[in-house]
């Protein structure tokens, strides 16, 4: 497709923010404002990161779309009030990292759920019957306890997404992966401690982030705009601004829940507080 106006792109930088659980919805969104940033052919991009993580995959498909598009353009990431786990994660897919000082990071682990009813289930009196092909079909089933095999199999899976983690902060920070697993623990720590560990460059704002960008790039930091990419917003919201705000405490515990009820018994890159 040929953009009319690519001087006026050219000049600017993208922006785009992740914010919140990273899902499905997070993942298609922000692929979609990536190709956009490489066909309209920004310079370079800011990527705004405010998420506690989520799930493995999405967050996987987003680093691997950051490394192929840094390949063309500079990626300066900028972490938020938190950026933890799978934000971390996501993060590494930048040339280089911005963080506040007192920025929420780290949580560098893999964490995997599920729900036992058992117990509940017996006092109501409900039992189920199942019929499966193999020993393992119905693990993390929320009718009765795990078996040790069954927790062996779920240890070696995360196991296995943890060490994928490891060597993606090993390879996107130039850090041993001894150094990684040194703080890959599941701790949180700050931004001024993430710049200590390696884990960031710079500490600063997004305003700075924004201006180390335009640096990179050869472009005016005092003159240089971001063109931010966005979600078209739902017709009621754009016809009735104020409609969204008395219900966004309400939608962002719904939001929650669902990604709770729709991740159960999915390896997560997420901080739980």
Same mark, same amino acid.
């Given at each position: ?111 995997? !759920?599920?729900?036992? %009813?058992? &117990? @509940? =289930? ?8 199942? +019929?499966? $092909? #193999? ?96 979600? !078209?917003?739902?017709? %009621?919201? &754009? @016809? =009735? ?8 405490? +309400?939608? $962002? #515990? ?20």
């Amino acid at each position: 497709m040929v953009w009319p106006f690519k001087p006026k792109f050219r000049k600017q930088i993208a922006r785009i923010e992740i914010t919140g659980a990273i899902a499905g919805a997070t993942r298609k969104r922000v692929l979609e404002a990536l190709k956009t940033v490489e066909e309209k052919k920004f310079p370079a991009l800011l990527l705004r990161i405010d998420s506690p993580g989520g799930t493995v995959g999405d967050s996987q498909e987003i680093y691997s779309a950051l490394k192929r598009l840094r390949e063309k353009i500079k990626i300066v990431a900028s972490f938020g009030n938190i950026s933890a786990s799978g934000g971390v994660y996501i993060g590494m897919g930048a040339e280089h990292i911005v963080s506040n000082p007192g920025t929420i990071t780290g949580s560098i682990g893999v964490i995997l !759920r599920g729900n036992n %009813l058992e &117990r @509940l =289930l017996e006092k109501i009196g409900v039992s189920f019957q199942v +019929i499966k $092909s #193999g020993p393992y079909k119905d693990i993390l089933s929320f009718d009765r306890q795990l078996t040790q095999p069954e927790e062996n199999i779920l240890q070696e899976l995360i196991d296995t997404s943890y060490q994928q983690f490891v060597q993606t902060v090993a390879d996107g920070r130039s850090l041993t992966v001894e150094a990684v697993k040194s703080f890959a623990d599941g701790r949180i720590f700050t931004g001024q401690q993430a710049l200590e560990l390696g884990v960031v460059d710079r500490l600063g704002t997004e305003e700075d982030a924004r201006r180390w960008t335009a640096e990179l790039v050869g472009l005016d930091p005092e003159k240089t705009l971001c063109y931010t990419l966005e979600e !078209r917003k739902p017709l %009621l919201s &754009r @016809l =009735l601004p104020g409609s969204r705000q008395v219900s966004s405490g +309400i939608r $962002s #515990g719904i939001d929650w829940l669902e990604f709770e009820m729709s991740t159960s018994g999915l390896p997560l890159w997420l901080y739980r507080p």
